[in-house]
């Protein structure tokens, strides 16, 4: 008699209780909000000039990658593109900060002043050699000295210059400092168009932000002979001539130089 009888369906365990759909839309606006910060972040620090942007960007930019797959319309995929992006930008504000903060003894003079780069040093140098002044009439306005000084491209804290700015007027001559042959005539991202000759005993002089060249790599030059023109390309805010002088390689002080040259 049992045969007959109908089978008694299976029942599933239950599962747990379904979350209101309200929410889960809760939860969702959050982490747009959340991420919309994190972007309007990250844009002020561009418009505002903060040196911070280019750490942000690439953190940002670094949390938004494909292989991730972040679909904004899947609540996992919000919730993990929001903590990451938080979690990289804040990396990068702590870094900035410790650099900031950091003021190790090895970076300071005896007198407090920061040292100079690597390829830069304090010290003036004179060649043995007799200079030609770079600029016609022997003389010229130094606009800007070697050293520590105020970025003037506004940037913001100090650059330090490895050379001497002459101001002329655009069109102007620049001549050789001494008999050399062209190590390097071309352009430069913060030098703009340039002209780097080497001399005797390892000296070199360095002519940047020209107009136009009139001399290229390999060519012999002698003292007085037109490189080419004094322009503003580059990173300048006027028309002038970027002097420097190198020994070995090295940067110094051209000001004692140019005033014998003058």
């Known amino acids: 008699m049992w045969e007959d009888a109908a089978p008694m369906q299976e029942r599933e365990p239950p599962g747990p209780p379904a979350r209101p759909r309200s929410e889960e839309d809760l939860v969702l606006w959050a982490q747009i909000l959340l991420c919309l910060a994190a972007v309007g972040f990250v844009l002020a620090a561009k418009l505002l000039g903060w040196p911070a942007y280019p750490l942000l960007r690439r953190a940002f930019a670094a949390a938004t990658?494909?292989?991730?797959?972040?679909?904004l319309g899947e609540e996992r995929g919000l919730?993990?593109?929001?903590?990451?992006?938080?979690?990289?930008?804040a990396n990068s504000a702590r870094s900035m900060w410790d650099d900031f903060t950091a003021a190790p003894e090895t970076a300071r003079t005896p007198h407090g002043q920061p040292?100079?780069?690597?390829?830069a040093s304090e010290d003036s140098y004179t060649p043995d050699f007799a200079l030609c002044f770079p600029l016609p009439g022997h003389?010229?306005?130094?606009?800007?000295?070697?050293g520590w000084r105020t970025d003037p491209m506004g940037g913001l804290g100090d650059d330090f210059h490895i050379g001497n700015d002459l101001a002329a007027a655009?069109?102007?001559?620049?001549?050789?400092?001494?008999?050399?042959?062209?190590r390097t005539a071309g352009s430069h991202k913060s030098y703009g168009n340039?002209?780097?000759?080497?001399?005797?005993?390892?000296?070199?002089?360095?002519?940047?932000?020209?107009?136009?060249?009139?001399v290229r790599a390999g060519e012999r030059v002698t003292a007085g002979q037109t490189l080419g023109t004094v322009g503003q390309t580059g990173n300048a805010t006027g028309p002038h001539l970027h002097f420097e002088i190198l020994h070995k390689g090295l940067r110094y002080d051209p000001a004692q130089a140019l005033q014998d040259a003058a």
């Open 115 to 119: 040292t100079p780069p690597a390829y």
């Open 65 to 71: 990658q494909p292989e991730q797959s972040l679909l």
């Open 170 to 182: 655009r069109g102007t001559a620049v001549l050789a400092a001494a008999d050399g042959v062209v």
């Open 194 to 214: 340039y002209v780097r000759i080497l001399h005797a005993d390892g000296d070199e002089t360095l002519y940047a932000h020209m107009q136009y060249l009139f």
């Open 139 to 146: 003389f010229a306005r130094k606009t800007s000295g070697y």
């Open 79 to 89: 919730l993990k593109f929001t903590e990451q992006t938080a979690e990289e930008l």
